[in-house]
């Protein structure tokens, strides 16, 4: 069964019945004499015969060892131990607390106060460090490959001595969490022993339900490699011996300083890349296309914004009073002008000049010019040949965590340039831009990549016929504009056409959220925007609550397309049927409503009083154990309404979902201001408020009122 970090979107027994892939994608070696790693060729003979694959992660899975090596070195220098980089490979496998040990034992007088959890401490303490200055492992990709092919036609599982918390999030930085049915580390409580005893394997062997002597194992240290041995697997690959795996930092050094000089010969005049100060291709601030300055930037993307603004909204004004599609365009221009501060007025046009509001933003593409994209350059050189199926497994990987590990390309510009045209042709919405160059550095310029996050919806789908790769990914995330506008969770449908060569000639995007919305949230300031949950994804939170959680957080209840309603109620019904236990202690904190699915009969939110709908109002309950406190604003933060009293469970007894509680309205209050110090002005309001708790977890909770008429309310937690 899948483990609670990565459950599928997908039905993955229906993959599972589907052939195994061949092993063609694998690395060549112009050494060996047919042109396969004899490696590679030892692994095809016996993949035919697994039924499930186990990984570890540091060294095989992520190229995680030059940033260890630093921490490792950092924290050994400040309590006088040495380690050189020969005995740190050596020890690969081995746990953290186990190494120091011994190097104090060897190293240290037998009488000193330094102890092996003190330095475990301080080397934590550094690699922390060091992802604070925003350098993080990305993916070995000649194995992160074998797991991206067998993903659904295999239960597979990470096995690492690695702490927990690191192994986790390293896998979802580089956006592969989702591939492995389950993680097991050292300081799991069944893992007795660690490498090079077989423990480890075995407890991952049993998490994903198969027998040890019909996995494969992968791993990249001696150590690891007797503990597969010794677990009785069908096989034990020696990841080290795949062409094109990274052997040492100095290897990686390397490549990476040629890698540098090649992307400065051939963007030359177009593209600005790293500042050559990087150790490692893991090293290093993300690099970002910077024309001028940050403040000419961003002067010139809030120039475009403008222009598309008023070009829209002058398009907009020519329609006809009469058009039956008039007060949607009303809604658009009164939108996108009240959010940047201007304020448009209706008239009445000739009836020729109407048009769907939807395509005027294709009509602005020209406007794209003002951006700061720089002259087309070429972006260096191509991998051709590559099948179709290979093709898009490099895409998924590229969608998810970019390049270099640090997130999708399209929050990120970093895509990987190799298997796209120069002149490929990109379209969304909003954009149209023949130019591999000026769509990367565009791309560079958007998101803030630290604040912005994109996944895998579905798998993307290869159709040979047509030559075509398509696909969905769910995007969200903050704009590099002064006023930090936040986007909120939308899909895009995405076809890429691939040429006779196997590179790609287009991709063609299609957004689930209208690109008149879209160039509302443009407008609208940080402080204004959806409310937004910052609260990590807990271990044990239930898949389906995971992907609604996905969804609808950053929106407000009124912001969804209907195809995306659709989606959300299916999900809220399923998690309501499954009646997850009542996690009590989950309550108390502040909620905010970002989803509304009305009653049978139509019915809303239970209000007292009545609120002003303007899009810019959000909701929120505040729980404590014994009261709730709703409060809905008026304009904004400005100025809200507060209603609240006790609150009691009907049964105290019960733990089972529904659980009904019962409010006492005793208060009401017209307050300036959103602190809780704000000026006040009582209002005379009570009564009493009946609703069911039907779901609560960490940050997410879903309620149904029973005296507005059984709507359901879908809260996330922001405090």
Request: proline share 6%; glycine share 8%; charged share 20%.
């Amino acid at each position: 069964s899948c483990s609670l970090f990565c459950q599928p979107l997908i039905d993955i027994s229906l993959l599972r019945q589907l052939p195994l892939p061949p092993m063609s994608f694998l690395s060549k070696d112009q050494h060996d004499p047919d042109g396969v790693c004899p490696e590679t060729r030892r692994l095809e003979a016996v993949l035919g015969d697994a039924r499930g694959l186990v990984f570890d992660c540091d060294g095989t899975l992520l190229d995680t060892m030059p940033l260890y090596f630093e921490s490792w070195s950092r924290a050994c220098e400040e309590v006088g131990l040495t380690f050189p980089l020969e005995r740190f490979y050596s020890y690969a496998g081995r746990t953290v607390h186990g190494i120091f040990q011994t190097l104090i034992d060897e190293q240290l007088p037998s009488d000193t106060k330094i102890t092996a959890s003190h330095c475990e401490d301080r080397k934590r303490s550094h690699h922390a460090d060091i992802e604070a200055e925003g350098r993080f492992a990305g993916p070995i990709d000649v194995v992160v490959d074998i797991a991206f092919r067998y993903h659904g036609k295999l239960p597979m599982a990470v096995a690492s001595s690695g702490w927990r918390d690191h192994v986790i999030s390293g896998l979802e930085r580089v956006g592969i969490l989702h591939l492995f049915d389950a993680v097991v580390t050292a300081c799991d409580e069944e893992v007795k022993n660690p490498k090079p005893a077989p423990d480890i394997f075995l407890v991952a062997a049993e998490r994903i339900g198969i027998k040890p002597c019909n996995c494969v194992g992968f791993e990249d240290a001696n150590l690891g490699m007797d503990a597969l041995n010794h677990a009785g697997y069908l096989y034990a690959c020696d990841v080290r011996l795949l062409h094109m795996y990274p052997r040492n930092v100095e290897e990686r050094l390397s490549r990476q300083n040629s890698l540098q000089a090649n992307v400065v010969a051939t963007d030359a005049g177009g593209d600005n890349e790293s500042n050559g100060d990087n150790k490692n291709p893991s090293d290093g601030p993300r690099a970002r296309y910077k024309p001028g300055s940050n403040t000419a930037t961003a002067i010139t993307l809030v120039t475009l914004s403008l222009a598309l603004l008023i070009a829209g909204s002058t398009s907009a004004l020519t329609l006809h009073a009469g058009s039956a599609s008039q007060s949607t365009r009303r809604n658009w221009i009164f939108s996108s002008s009240v959010a940047s501060g201007a304020l448009l007025l209706d008239v009445a046009k000739p009836p020729e000049a109407a048009a769907d509001v939807e395509s005027l933003p294709s009509e602005l593409r020209q406007y794209t010019a003002l951006a700061p994209l720089g002259p087309p350059t070429t972006t260096g050189a191509k991998v051709t040949g590559l099948s179709l199926s290979e093709i898009a497994t490099r895409l998924s990987r590229a969608l998810v965590a970019g390049t270099n590990g640090r997130g999708g390309y399209f929050v990120t510009g970093d895509l990987p340039a190799e298997l796209f045209r120069d002149d490929c042709t990109f379209v969304d919405p909003t954009n149209s831009v023949s130019s591999l160059s000026r769509y990367r550095n565009a791309l560079r310029i958007l998101f803030d990549p630290d604040q912005s996050s994109v996944k895998l919806v579905e798998p993307l789908v290869v159709n040979e016929t047509e030559r075509t790769i398509t696909g969905r990914v769910r995007s969200w995330g903050i704009l590099q504009l002064p006023w930090k506008p936040r986007v909120a969770s939308y899909e895009t449908s995405i076809v890429y056409s691939v040429d006779q060569n196997g590179l790609v000639q287009s991709q063609v995007q299609e957004w689930s959220v209208s690109a008149s919305n879209a160039l509302q949230e443009t407008f609208t300031p940080g402080f204004l925007s959806a409310p937004f949950s910052h609260l990590p994804r807990p271990h044990d939170e239930p898949a389906d609550v995971t992907e609604l959680f996905d969804i609808i957080n950053g929106h407000r209840q009124d912001s969804y397309p209907q195809e995306t309603r659709f989606k959300v109620s299916e999900l809220i019904e399923r998690i309501v049927q499954k009646r997850y236990p009542w996690e009590q202690d989950e309550l108390p904190g502040k909620w905010a409503l970002v989803y509304l699915q009305p009653g049978p009969d139509g019915g809303g939110i239970d209000r007292r009083i009545p609120f002003p709908e303007f899009w810019f109002n959000n909701n929120y309950q505040v729980f404590t154990s014994e009261s709730v406190t709703n409060i809905g604003e008026l304009l904004g933060r400005l100025l809200e309404v507060r209603v609240g009293g006790s609150l009691k469970e009907v049964d105290d007894t019960s733990l089972s979902t529904p659980k009904r509680f019962q409010a006492n309205i005793n208060k009401g209050e017209l307050c300036l201001g959103g602190s809780e110090d704000a000026a006040c002005i009582p209002l005379p309001i009570s009564g009493e408020g009946l609703f069911d708790g039907l779901y609560v977890g960490q940050r997410l909770r879903i309620g149904q009122n029973l005296n507005g008429g059984g709507a359901r309310v879908v809260q996330v937690k922001i405090g």
